[in-house]
Structure formats: C-alpha cells, structure tokens
C-alpha cells in the first residue's frame, strides 16, 4: 500500500490452495457485491437486516469512526475533550479502566503498543502520565484483590511522603448494568473511598443519551459531577476503539489520537478508491472466505512481537463475534464461521506450531511483523571460555526474529498450507490504526460474503439471559 504496509497473501495459492482463475472470477461475482454492500454502509449507515438485540432496527456506523466531523462518532469537539482529559490526567497518579470484551479488549491493545510492561514501574516512560491497570474483565476475586493490594501499596508510599494517591475510575459500559464492569466498579469505589490515604474520583463512559433513571452511570455521575464521556449508537463493542470508550486509553497515554484516526482513514480511501481486486480488505475476506468453504475453519492471528499479543486477543472477539453465527439473513441454518487462535512469535512456534504443521488441514495463519522496530538487542557474548556460547556473539534478535517468521511461513507453505503475512513498516499510532481498521473491514466485506449479519451477536444473550435468571 502506499503507506508502506504489506499483505502478502502469495501463500494463499498454490497445490490444495486457492487457484488464481477461482479468485478472480470469485472478484467478479461475490466481491463485487460486498463491495457494494459496504459502500452501501458507507453512506446509508445502516446493514441489511440489522436489528439490535431487542428486535429494533440500529445502525451500523464504524465506517464513520475515522472521519472527524459533527454528526459523526468523533468530532472536533469529541476530540478537543479527549485532548484536555489527557492534560488533566497528568494529574492523577493512577488510572483504573474498567470493561469488558470491547470496553477491555481494544484498549488493552493501545497499552500494550504504546506502554506496555514498563510503564507503570518505568516514570520517563510515562513522561508524567499516569500509571494504568485494567480490571472489570472477568468475575475473579483474586484478580481484583491484587489490583487492590497494588493501588493501596502505593498509597502507603505516598503517605510516608504526607501526600495521598490520587485514583481515577474509569467504568466503561453502555448500558451502565454490565455485571463484570458494574461489579469492579462498585468494589474498587467502596474499598478506595474508604481509604484516608487515597483521593478517589471517577470518569463515566457510558450512553450519554440513555434516560437518567435507567443509566446508573450517568445518575451517579451527575450526582457527584464527574466527568463523562458517550458510547455511540451505531457502535458495537468489538468495533468501538476508534471512539470514546477506546480513546480515553489513549488520552490517558498521551498517545496522538488524530494519528491512530488518520491511519483508519487513509486506509478506508484506499479501500474506497482501489479496484477490486487490489483493495487489499476485500481481497483479505474473500481469500478466507474461500478457503473456509475449502474445509479451513480456524484461523490463527500470530504478531511477532510480544507488544501485539493482545491485538490477536482483540480480533479473537472481533471475528468470533461479528462471523461466528447460526443463521444467515435469510434465516437459513448456516453455522457459519472460523475458530479464532491467540498466538505469537516466536513463544507458539514451541507450542503450536506442531499442530499447524502437522495437524489438520482445517487451518489459515495469518502472521504479522513489524519492519522497523525500535528497539534493538545485539548478544556479546559474556562466556567466552565457553565454547558453545560463541555462535552466539553478535547476534541481533530482531534479524532472528524475522528468520524465524519466515522459517514458519516456509514450512507451511512447502505442505501447501494456507498462509498470509501483513507487515507494519513500524509500530506507532498511524499504523497500528491501520492495521485495527482493516481487519474490521476485512470481517465488515466478508460478513456480505457469507450473507451474515456481522453487527450483531445473539449467542452471547443466551448465556447473559440464563446467568442473570440464576443470580
């Protein structure tokens, strides 16, 4: 692409692969159509046969996110906010982010790029930006007891100091009810406030627009005045960090919001503009589309780079939830979908790889490296009257990461197993935007492929209904 990015699907052909001829007349026929579909979505913000999960009628706007404009999910004044929130935090020496699946899943993804392990112990790193956890994903007490015990560790500290801690929470629910969030929430704000050595206050991102008396977020937001921040119809969970509920993270990094929208923009034009059989979203979809009607159920996202596991986690929900359905539009029983896997180079190639290279031929791996890195690790060789150690000497770990990444995908491709490979020319926010609006694009033409409704994700009410009856 002309922004430096790369997807080269060239091992998705080839012996008990796709075939050229297929594919291309596949562009004519099937592409065509979700490409119209999309564009479709583009202008009218709404998908064929949406419904939300009561049965009305809801739009679909994600395509929207990357453009800063009033009627939009982001606009100018959105992002001013965001930009003074992010000033303000500077002032708080802990963040808390409070949500599950997409509330956590996409923000988790921005801490991991742009912070990641060393920033809540490394003070140049956040270059006065507060230090962040993550709770509110999971039921776990002994999860939640150990953020407790963090957070009132250093608020021991800065006692001794004659100062106290001051913590933000920050609860991101749409409906302001849901119980992994609500219940974090509760528990973190009863147990801080009642510590003499914490300040506590809170940040709401919720649904602006519901009614008060049903959002209790938003009631106790304007009882005690805290600061808010809307979750947009249109917006489903796993597609929604390119907005506010995503967003806070990056304000709270101090991370370039406009960046990450920009790569998300220039990459839906060069979808919007490219022909079909170079607009590479498009050619993503159909390619596993089509090599899921050819028996490969599983598709396995592997980053090589520990800082993007949790990009893989990310799409884990993204494309369970927004393919993974029993029915098509037309009500026909379908069980359409792919298992996603979590994986990462080089740490699965001990775990995994076995399974990719001699197990069943149900499998897609889709790998992703950065170009560029950042940072560099060259061995010199402190054992030098050992002689084992001395092939050792001088070498650079991001040169063996990429041998190892092309030793995988050589491997697979000389048993014609399916593969592809994306590569970040390097790690910031325009590319990660990117790459995050791709995929969503990606699942958005393939939806269409499948004449799927890729927006919606009746599965997950059945469990909710059941768990709420029984609690």
């Not at 947009?232 to 929604?240: D, V």
Request: charge should be negative; include cysteine.
């Amino acid at each position: 692409m002309p922004s430096g990015l790369v997807f080269d699907f060239t091992n998705m052909f080839g012996e008990n692969r796709l075939q050229q001829d297929e594919v291309a007349q596949a562009i004519v026929e099937c592409g065509s159509r979700a490409d119209a579909a999309v564009r479709s979505i583009r202008a009218e913000g709404v998908a064929k046969n949406h419904l939300s999960k009561d049965g009305t009628p809801e739009h679909v706007y994600f395509t929207r996110m990357p453009y800063v404009a009033e009627g939009n999910p982001n606009t100018e004044a959105s992002i001013i906010k965001l930009l003074k929130y992010s000033k303000a935090l500077r002032q708080q020496d802990v963040v808390v982010f409070l949500g599950v699946g997409g509330s956590y899943l996409g923000n988790k993804v921005l801490f991991d790029a742009f912070g990641g392990c060393p920033w809540n112990t490394n003070s140049t790193l956040r270059q006065g930006q507060p230090r962040i956890y993550f709770s509110g994903n999971n039921l776990d007490p002994v999860d939640c007891n150990g953020l407790v015990y963090e957070v009132e560790r250093l608020a021991a500290r800065h006692a001794e100091r004659g100062q106290k801690l001051k913590v933000m929470l920050v609860p991101i629910s749409k409906s302001g009810t849901t119980l992994e969030t609500i219940s974090a929430f509760t528990y973190f704000f009863d147990v801080f406030q009642k510590d003499p050595d914490i300040a506590l206050d809170c940040t709401v991102v919720t649904d602006l627009t519901a009614a008060v008396e049903q959002a209790p977020l938003l009631q106790l937001a304007q009882r005690f005045g805290w600061e808010r921040f809307d979750i947009k119809e249109g917006i489903g969970g796993r597609f929604c960090v390119m907005t506010d509920p995503g967003l806070v993270t990056m304000a709270a990094l101090g991370s370039d919001i406009e960046e990450f929208l920009r790569g998300a923009r220039e990459m839906d034009r060069f979808c919007q503009q490219a022909n079909l059989e170079e607009n590479p979203a498009l050619l993503n979809a159909l390619l596993k589309y089509m090599a899921y009607r050819k028996g490969r159920e599983i598709e396995v996202f592997m980053p090589y780079s520990m800082h993007l596991k949790s990009l893989s986690e990310w799409y884990v929900q993204l494309l369970a939830e927004s393919l993974g359905k029993r029915y098509d539009r037309s009500g026909k029983i379908v069980n359409y979908g792919r298992t996603p896997i979590v994986a990462v180079g080089t740490t699965d190639m001990h775990a995994q790889t076995q399974q990719h290279q001699d197990g069943r031929l149900n499998k897609v791996v889709q790998f992703l490296e950065i170009a560029n890195p950042e940072e560099e690790a060259v061995i010199h060789n402190p054992f030098a009257d050992v002689p084992f150690f001395k092939k050792y000497d001088g070498l650079d770990m991001n040169k063996a990461l990429k041998v190892a990444l092309a030793a995988n995908e050589a491997a697979l491709s000389s048993d014609n197993r399916y593969n592809a490979k994306f590569t970040l020319p390097k790690l910031n926010e325009y590319y990660l935007g990117q790459m995050m609006y791709f995929l969503m694009l990606s699942v958005a033409y393939e939806g269409e492929l499948a004449d799927v409704d890729a927006y919606d994700q009746p599965g997950v009410e059945v469990y909710k209904r059941i768990m709420k009856a029984q609690l």
